[in-house]
């Protein structure tokens, strides 16, 4: 039994047979539903079983979702529950803060820190530390020197004093913190003050700048 053709419902003998969008077509009447265009297997684009051209293939379009009063309603419960979600990790948070596990460059920088009267809690935050505190906290232990030019005998710390000290640099040093100062091999430093057996309160004569110094970079002259 011949089949009948998708577009013309007539008679569709084998020889004219032409198959497609799961129909049965006249190869004359296989065009474009808008246009008229006769269309093959190469230039034909398929929509709800109808052969379109190119330039008339229906575009789908986005579908606006209406807004309902309910839907409003739903909405802004579940911005409320999520508000109160943030907060209350939020608090929990600041109550129980997370510990930081301490590696050498965090204890130098908390070290560091306990020269010019900063103290570090628990999760790296700083604070100000009391009188007291700075009193007994342990001291900074001094930069190794340069690998490469290893220092002669170790210098006698000399006499806490507040000025008229002169020293000497033995090697380039570049200030890791704020509160230290960079100095050339062969610089002098003037009005030193020992701080400890690990550093010294200096000026550095070429530029006049004063800040901590290590001592083990320095000699007496």
Same mark, same amino acid.
């Given at each position: ?5 998708? +577009?013309?419902? +007539?008679?569709?003998? *084998? ?11 006249? +190869?004359? /009447?296989?065009?474009? *539903? ?14 709800? +079983?109808? @052969? ?8 789908? $379009? ?11 309603? #739903? ?6 529950? =999520?508000? $109160? #979600? ?7 948070? &600041? ?47 001094? @930069?190794? @020197? ?15 004093? =507040? ?25 002098? #430093?003037?009005? /030193? ?19 901590? &110094? ?8």
């Amino acid at each position: 039994m011949s089949a009948k053709c998708a +577009k013309c419902t +007539k008679t569709v003998y *084998k020889a004219e047979e032409f198959r497609c969008l799961d129909q049965i077509w006249h +190869k004359a /009447c296989f065009k474009c *539903k808008e246009c008229g265009m006769t269309l093959t297997m190469k230039n034909y684009k398929g929509f709800e +079983k109808q @052969p379109y051209c190119g330039a008339h293939y229906p575009q789908l $379009k986005a579908t606006s979702v209406v807004q309902t009063p309910e839907s409003q309603r #739903l909405a802004k419960i579940s911005e409320m529950n =999520s508000g $109160k #979600l943030y907060r209350k990790d939020f608090e929990e948070s &600041i109550h129980n803060p997370t510990a930081v596990a301490d590696d050498p460059e965090t204890a130098r920088v908390r070290n560091q820190g306990k020269i010019i009267g900063v103290n570090y809690a628990a999760g790296g935050q700083p604070r100000q530390a009391s009188v007291e505190q700075q009193h007994y906290d342990e001291e900074p232990h001094a @930069p190794a @020197p340069p690998a490469a030019m290893p220092p002669g005998p170790p210098q006698a710390p000399p006499g806490r004093r =507040s000025d008229g000290a002169r020293y000497q640099a033995l090697y380039d040093y570049e200030a890791a913190d704020p509160d230290e100062v960079s100095f050339a091999e062969g610089d002098y #430093l003037t009005q /030193c003050e020992v701080i400890d057996e690990g550093w010294v309160m200096g000026t550095v004569e070429n530029t006049g700048q004063r800040g901590m &110094i290590p001592s083990n970079y320095i000699q007496e002259v």
